[in-house]
Structures are given as C-alpha cells and as structure tokens.
C-alpha cells in the first residue's frame, strides 16, 4: 500500500508539474499569436492617424507587471514583423506602469494584476487608445480587444469599452471579429 501511495504521489506531481509547464507554454503561445492579431487591431482604428507622436509614429506601450524579458522578446518580434501601422512607422517602449498618456496603444504582454489592469482600462479610455491583451477573459473586465481562439483566431472587442474611448473601428473588421456587449 506504501508503495501505491509513494508511486501515485510521484504521479501526481509530475503531472501537476507538466500541467504548470503547459499552462505556461499556452500563455507564451496566445502572446505569440496576439502579436500577430494586434497590428491588425491596430490598423482598422479609423483614428490611428490622429494618435501618432509629434514625429509622426504609432507609440505603443507593451505592458508588464513583472516580466521585462517577455515585454523586449515581445517587442523584438512585432519590430520585425509589423514595422508599421497604416503606413506609420511604430515605435515601441516597455513599461510596468498603465500611465498611457502620449501612447497610440497598449499590449498587455503577461497576465497582470486586475489592479494594473483597471488602472490601464482607466487610462486607456481617457487617452481614447486601444488597450489590447492577449488573454480574451480581460474583454468582460474592460479591456478594449484581445484575441478569440477556438476553431478559427478572430479579434474580440468589448462593445462598452469602444464607445466609452470613442474609438471607432472598421465596419468590415467589426463584421469577422467576436463581440463583447
């Protein structure tokens, strides 16, 4: 009986410790994907012109609370593979901060606090900026867009939280992407 314990118990741990390794490897994986979403996010915002910096660029905050490396990976990849919005050069910066004032957008690039979260959705409205997450349960907590994943990858917006930022979005992209009312 000892033994039966002793062998479920390693069981059990090795599948507790590969399910932690799973999850872990599912958040990197939705960030990846996102990365790829969130430019095109960014390009059907009809007013993406309007929120350049004074040089003219698409300022983008890529947020984090406690994992810098995964903030500069994440911007490394979208350098390369989005280096413009609209025709707009993008420019990138890290931060743990949600003070968003003088960005065009936010991408949240790791699960963050729901206190970091609501002071960036506060802020993210006053600013009338897109605030987008990888994680597409932060949608119904206020976020503006994040990434729907089942059978097919579609963008999903919180209805709310576009009005509230007078943010309008194409009506084509609107018509393929999941909605949040």
């Known amino acids: 009986m000892r033994k039966f314990i002793a062998a479920a118990a390693v069981v059990f741990m090795t599948t507790a ?5 799973r999850a872990g490897d599912m958040e990197q994986e939705r960030l990846w994907i996102s990365l790829d979403i969130f430019p095109r996010i960014l390009a059907v915002d009809l007013d ?8 003219g660029s698409v300022k983008v905050l890529m947020l984090y609370e ?6 500069d990976e994440a911007m490394a990849y979208l350098k390369k593979r989005a280096p413009h919005i609209s025709g707009l050069p993008m420019e990138l ?9 003088g960005y065009s957008a936010v991408m949240i690039v790791e699960s963050i606090s729901d206190a970091l979260l609501k002071k960036a959705v506060t802020c993210a409205i006053e600013n009338k900026i897109i605030l987008f997450s990888p ?18 990858v579609a963008p999903y917006f919180n209805k709310a939280t576009l009005a509230k ?10 018509k393929y992407s999941q909605i949040y009312e």
Do not use: F, M, W
């Not at 410790?17 to 390794?21: E, F, I, P, S, Y």
């Not at 406690?66 to 903030?71: L, V």
């Not at 910066?93 to 004032?101: L, R, W, Y």
């Open 17 to 21: 410790l590969a399910a932690g390794t």
């Open 48 to 55: 993406i012109a309007r929120k350049v910096t004074p040089s």
């Open 66 to 71: 406690d994992n810098k490396e995964r903030a």
């Open 93 to 101: 910066q890290s931060g743990a901060t949600a003070d968003c004032e």
């Open 135 to 152: 994680y597409e349960a932060d949608v119904r907590k206020g976020v503006t867009a994040s990434v729907q994943i089942q059978i097919k």
């Open 165 to 174: 930022s007078q943010i309008q979005i194409h009506k084509a992209a609107l």
